[in-house]
């Protein structure tokens, strides 16, 4: 379980990785994040989030709904 939770769906690049970071920038070193979204391009932005930010992408997957999951660690 998540320390906190955002739903992106139906939010189109480059929003959804904006919001993300908006809602990482409140959380607390060591607290966890889990985005839903359902933009394809969400995928590549938020890898590319991490690996500028050095916050920790713990889990990336596709939903049966076709949808996309996230979990991050506040670093």
Request: charged letters at 40%; proline letters at 8%; a positive charge.
């Given at each position: 379980m998540a320390d906190h939770?955002?739903?992106?769906?139906?939010?189109n690049c480059p929003v959804p990785v904006m919001r993300?970071?908006?809602e990482l920038e409140t959380m607390t070193s060591g607290q966890t994040l889990r985005v839903?979204?359902?933009?394809?391009g969400?995928?590549?932005d938020i890898n590319a989030y991490v690996k500028s930010s050095?916050?920790?992408l713990l889990e990336s997957k596709?939903?049966?709904e076709g949808d996309f999951e996230f979990l991050l660690k506040r670093v």
């Open positions: 939770e955002l739903d992106v769906r139906g939010v993300m970071r908006k839903l979204a359902s933009d394809p969400s995928v590549r050095g916050d920790t596709k939903t049966p």
